[in-house]
T-cell receptor, first 114, second 113 residues
Framework: ETGVTQTPRHLVMGMTNKKSLKCEQH?????MYWYKQSAKKPLELMFV???????ENNSVPSRFSPECPNSSHLFLHLHTLQPEDSALYLC?????????????FGPGTRLTVL | GNSVTQMEGPVTLSEEAFLTINCTYT??????LFWYVQYPGEGLQLLLK?????DKGSNKGFEATYRKETTSFHLEKGSVQVSDSAVYFC????????????FGKGTKLSVKP
């Protein structure tokens, strides 16, 4: 498999559930990102990992918890979410974490919180 | 602060029409500029980019020129196809931002046969 993959593609969860989103990149990149895409709002960067170290947390609520065990895998752990957290969650990776690097995106996980 | 403003959609064109999607930016640093495209049900794909003033990015018949004097990066294509129907996002990233991409709201393009 090539590129950036995300699982699951669709997820429905209740507000009291705990779930995790998974992202895997097969590009040999060193930086990985989580974005949130909501209807009628610009894409919002949530977290950045560079060489497995978190370098950016864009004021994201603690009910979202990222984990990056190695340069190829990125997780987003979800707990006690709110209905307004329903969105498309996109993972991306890039060779480095610089401003000129191209980010490669996965297909996203469509999350619905009931 | 840093921000991107792109024209509101949706934009509907006939096949072979000329396309322009306007994008202007505000940046405190010296940005790199990007156009990404999102086809239905998919993630974003890089369409083209430019990393310094007067650079022209091009791909698949699309072009955009980095204009520092007008802080713009307008996307153009001379003859659109039905397969170009998608949402187009303008984005910037500034030096020292850890690769933080700042996106515009997106412009939905529909091309009719």
């Amino acid at each position: 498999e090539t590129g950036v993959t995300q699982t699951p593609r669709h997820l429905v969860m209740g507000m009291t559930n705990k779930k995790s989103l998974k992202c895997e990149q097969h590009l040999g990149h060193n930086a990985m990102y989580w974005y949130k895409q909501s209807a009628k709002k610009p894409l919002e960067l949530m977290f950045v990992y560079n060489f497995k170290e978190q370098t950016e947390n864009n004021s994201v609520p603690s009910r979202f918890s990222p984990e990056c065990p190695n340069s190829s895998h990125l997780f987003l752990h979800l707990h006690t979410l709110q209905p307004e957290d329903s969105a498309l969650y996109l993972c991306a990776s890039s060779q480095g974490g610089t401003s000129t690097d191209t980010q490669y995106f996965g297909p996203g996980t469509r999350l619905t919180v009931l | 602060g840093n921000s991107v403003t792109q024209m509101e959609g949706p934009v509907t064109l006939s096949e072979e029409a000329f396309l322009t999607i306007n994008c202007t930016y505000t940046a405190t640093g010296y940005p790199s500029l990007f156009w990404y495209v999102q086809y239905p049900g998919e993630g974003l794909q890089l369409l083209l980019k430019a990393t310094k003033a007067d650079d022209k990015g091009s791909n698949k018949g699309f072009e955009a020129t980095y204009r520092k004097e007008t802080t713009s990066f307008h996307l153009e294509k001379g003859s659109v196809q039905v397969s170009d129907s998608a949402v187009y996002f303008c984005a910037l990233s500034v030096i020292g931002s850890q690769g933080n991409l700042i996106f515009g709201k997106g412009t939905k393009l529909s091309v009719k046969p």
